[in-house]
């Protein structure tokens, strides 16, 4: 069955940067959306960008505009999430997530979720 693996989370200072790897398998992203999740201690899950060939990719969260990029490898088997000038309101545990064809920036749309890859960012 599908499954998504998130990878390359870290403690990072405040400034710095990450590249946060979905390695996919099981779907093939010509008709899948991958999605980037993150939650934070004592907070609700939020939706933090989105990739898709179908649709138009899209940060969700206006803190990471400018900062976070979404992209794909030429083999189409892993969504990368680029993360510059990290700051302490990014740590959190990031997922990424599967469905059909189209983003959404509600979790609940998301057919299969990786277990997730801890970001931290320090000062």
Not at 32 to 48: L, S
Not at 78 to 88: D, E, R
Not at 109 to 119: E, P
Request: hydrophobic share 30%; glycine share 10%; net charge positive.
């Amino acid at each position: 069955q599908p499954q998504l693996v998130e990878s390359g989370g870290a403690l990072v200072q405040t400034g710095g940067s990450l590249r946060l790897s979905c390695a996919v398998s099981g779907l093939t992203l010509d008709n899948y959306a991958i999605g980037w999740f993150r939650q934070a201690p004592g907070k609700e899950r939020e939706g933090v960008s989105c990739f898709s060939r179908a649709d138009k990719s899209t940060n969700y969260v206006d803190s990471v505009k400018g900062r976070f990029t979404t992209s794909i490898d030429n083999a189409k088997t892993t969504v990368f999430l680029q993360m510059n000038s990290l700051k302490s309101e990014d740590t959190g545990l990031y997922y990424c997530a599967a469905r059909p064809l189209f983003c959404s920036r509600r979790g609940t749309h998301y057919n299969h979720w990786g277990r997730g890859t801890q970001v931290t960012v320090s000062s």
